[in-house]
Structures are given as structure tokens and as C-alpha cells.
């Protein structure tokens, strides 16, 4: 069974502190993704890595950023938390090759920034 | 450019009514087109998906057709149960070089069905 794990499903920060969120799928694809998922905005993409060490920005990179030492594991990382930055984060992996691959996702992190 | 719009929520129906969630896109040339779900308190899974136009994709009672003349991806099943209570997503991927690697993404339909 195809597997993407995250490593917390709650998480409550403060202001300020450094946030690693970690992600990692045993199923050796290469494409990894970072969302955020918020009431009324669907999914929206954060940043999304086709092979370690490469990353690329998506549609709302501002504030974050990513880590992909290994190919299993992609993080996501808030420099400085803020309020506006509580979410549910979603990571998703995907094999690299044709328009068809299915992303497969992991369950979520609830992060809450007070 | 590439975008995907489905109809917005929250649809509520009683158990075995029929069910229609809409999906148009914009895409140039033919690009994939998917149904993921989401049921409370998980992730995403992929429901079906179509590669062509005029595929059908199904799974679990749950059918959409690949339409390419109306730019029409909709979900559709016929006998709704409780357990089918979920965010229904609709998406697109238009190639698998750089850019194209990610998926477009309809902001989500709510359904909610009572017994």
C-alpha cells in the first residue's frame, strides 16, 4: 500500500517560532508537493520539488520555504509563524512521467499559530 | 492559462438521491482531468480520473465523462449513501515537464447526505 506520511496531525505554535513540518512517502517518486487548505480557497499550492534538492514555487510560496535532502522526505519550514499561517497543511507525492500520475496525498496537519 | 471551476457548496441530499457535482475547465491542448475526495478529518485520495476525451472514469458508484466539445468533467452517481459525505475536488494536468507537474484545482464541493 502506497504510503505519505506527515509527522504531526496537530500542532499549536506561537508567534514567532521556527516551524519544521516534516513528509515522507515510501513509494520512491520523485515529484513532492506542499499545500495549504483554508475554508473557501480550495487547495493552494506552497512550494513542490521534482527531485532532490530542486525546488520550485508555487502559487503562495511567501513566508515558507522547503527542504529535499533525501528523496523520500520534503519539508516545509515557516521561517517566523505568524496568525495568517494557521492552516491544514497537506504534502503530496507523485511518480514523474506522464500528465496521468495520481498525486497521492497524506492526512494533514492541523498547524494553529496563537 | 489553465483553471477549474466547479459548482460551490454545500450540496445536501437524502440517502439514494442522485447526485451531480459540476466541472468545467480551460486547458489548451488535452489534459488529464480527475476526481479527488476528501473525507473528514483525512487527506485527498483520487476517486477517478480520465486521460482522453470521451474516457469515462469510475470507482465506487461514482462515474464522470471526459467531455472535450463542452470543456465538462461532471461527477455523477446514482444513489447517494451517508458514507459518500465529503469534499469532492475536480482537476486538471495539462503535461509532466516543469510546471506541469502540478495540478490545477477546483476550490472543492461540499456534500453532506442525511439518512
Known amino acids: 500500500d502506497v504510503k505519505v506520511t506527515q509527522s504531526s496531525r496537530y500542532l499549536v505554535k506561537r508567534t514567532g517560532e521556527k516551524v519544521f513540518l516534516e513528509c515522507v512517502q515510501d513509494?520512491?517518486?520523485?515529484?513532492m508537493f506542499w499545500y495549504r487548505q483554508d475554508p473557501g480557497l480550495g487547495l493552494r499550492l506552497i512550494y513542490f520539488?521534482?527531485?532532490?534538492?530542486?525546488?520550485e514555487k508555487g502559487d503562495i510560496p511567501e513566508g515558507y520555504s522547503v527542504s529535499r535532502e533525501k528523496k523520500e522526505r520534503f519539508s516545509l519550514i515557516l521561517e517566523s509563524a505568524s496568525t495568517n499561517q494557521t492552516s491544514m497543511y497537506l504534502c503530496?507525492?507523485?511518480?514523474?512521467?506522464?500528465?496521468?500520475?495520481?498525486?497521492?496525498f497524506g492526512p494533514g496537519t492541523r498547524l494553529t499559530v496563537l | 492559462g489553465n483553471s477549474v471551476t466547479q459548482m460551490e457548496g454545500p450540496v445536501t441530499l437524502s440517502e439514494e438521491a442522485f447526485l451531480t457535482i459540476n466541472c468545467t475547465y480551460t486547458?489548451?491542448?488535452?489534459?488529464?482531468l480527475f476526481w479527488y475526495v476528501q473525507y473528514p478529518g483525512e487527506g485527498l485520495q483520487l476517486l477517478l480520473k480520465?486521460?482522453?476525451a470521451d474516457d469515462k472514469g469510475s470507482n465506487k458508484g461514482f462515474e464522470a465523462t471526459y467531455r472535450k466539445e463542452t470543456t465538462s468533467f461532471h461527477l455523477e452517481k446514482g444513489s447517494v449513501q451517508v458514507s459518500d459525505s465529503a469534499v469532492y475536488f475536480c482537476?486538471?494536468?495539462?503535461?509532466?515537464?516543469?510546471?506541469?507537474?502540478?495540478?490545477?484545482w477546483g476550490l472543492g464541493t461540499s456534500l453532506a447526505v442525511n439518512p
Open positions: 520539488s521534482y527531485d532532490v534538492k530542486m525546488k
Open positions: 513509494m520512491d517518486h520523485e515529484n
Open positions: 482537476a486538471l494536468k495539462n503535461g509532466a515537464a516543469g510546471n506541469n507537474r502540478k495540478l490545477i
Open positions: 486547458a489548451t491542448g488535452y489534459p488529464s
Open positions: 503530496a507525492s507523485s511518480s514523474s512521467g506522464a500528465s496521468t500520475d495520481t498525486q497521492y
Open positions: 480520465a486521460t482522453k
